[in-house]
């Protein structure tokens, strides 16, 4: 399992993910699921991956290759983050229409799904999620991040914290934190956590960050965050009891006339 995480504020675009791959008693994996292809002063273009790993790397492959090959349609020759998105989601279809016979022969899950962010010359910068059947969402105003692999104790966080008008660098900080929280309630994510984040219009990846387990910032964040919840935990007011005591015993008020 993994958890992607892709943000779109109104000052820039940021990706995060973590690198574990399997967990187990005796047995951990990890693997970098954060790629940066972008191309200086012309398009800023960041993928995460999530789901099969063989089914993942080979998607990564194909696009690398149309790149060494100066393919025809390629990352660095479509002219809109939307066709972009198309492109990897064919080639994930492609790829899956080769594995998937063998992989469901065996029960093997097959399912993979990617982030893309950044931005092409000309456009807004955007972020997609793009599924295993090769279809994608665009993140909106509305809701500015997108998650892949295990969302939910992570999810919480950004609901509470982040909005369209966000700080870029507060952005960093609710992906951090939403991701930790992660580890810290699933052992099927892990460190290390890597980060990109990227300014609108700037053209070029300004901040890359990669936090391993033990990481004096991580730790310190950790602790500020679990402190603070538990003095916000202790500082709501008091519960309203509104029902009356009673003595205990059946309730007759729900007990149905034959």
Request: glycine share 6%; aromatic share 8%.
């Amino acid at each position: 399992m993994t958890y992607c995480l892709g943000i779109h504020v109104r000052q820039g675009v940021l990706l995060a993910a973590d690198s574990r791959t399997n967990a187990g008693v005796d047995y951990i994996s990890s693997y970098r699921k954060l790629f940066d292809y972008s191309v200086p002063g012309d398009r800023t273009l960041i993928l995460c991956t999530s789901g099969n790993l063989s089914i993942t790397q080979s998607v990564l492959h194909s696009l690398e290759r149309d790149l060494i090959v100066n393919a025809e349609i390629n990352l660095h020759s479509l002219p809109t983050m939307y066709d972009i998105a198309r492109y990897i989601g064919n080639c994930i279809r492609n790829l899956q229409e080769v594995d998937r016979p063998w992989l469901q022969k065996d029960k093997i899950d097959f399912q993979c799904s990617f982030l893309l962010g950044g931005q092409v010359k000309g456009e807004e910068p955007q972020l997609y999620l793009i599924y295993s059947q090769g279809n994608c969402i665009r993140s909106t105003p509305e809701t500015p991040f997108l998650q892949i692999g295990e969302t939910k104790y992570g999810k919480p966080i950004l609901d509470r914290t982040l909005t369209y008008e966000s700080a870029i660098e507060d952005v960093a900080k609710y992906a951090l934190l939403s991701i930790d929280s992660t580890m810290r309630s699933n052992l099927s994510v892990g460190p290390p956590v890597n980060l990109i984040m990227y300014h609108t219009d700037s053209f070029q990846i300004g901040h890359k960050a990669r936090f391993y387990a033990g990481d004096p910032y991580l730790i310190k964040m950790r602790k500020h965050w679990e402190v603070a919840l538990r003095e916000a935990a202790a500082g709501m007011p008091p519960i309203e009891w509104n029902l009356a005591a009673v003595p205990d015993g059946p309730d007759l008020t729900d007990i149905s006339e034959p």
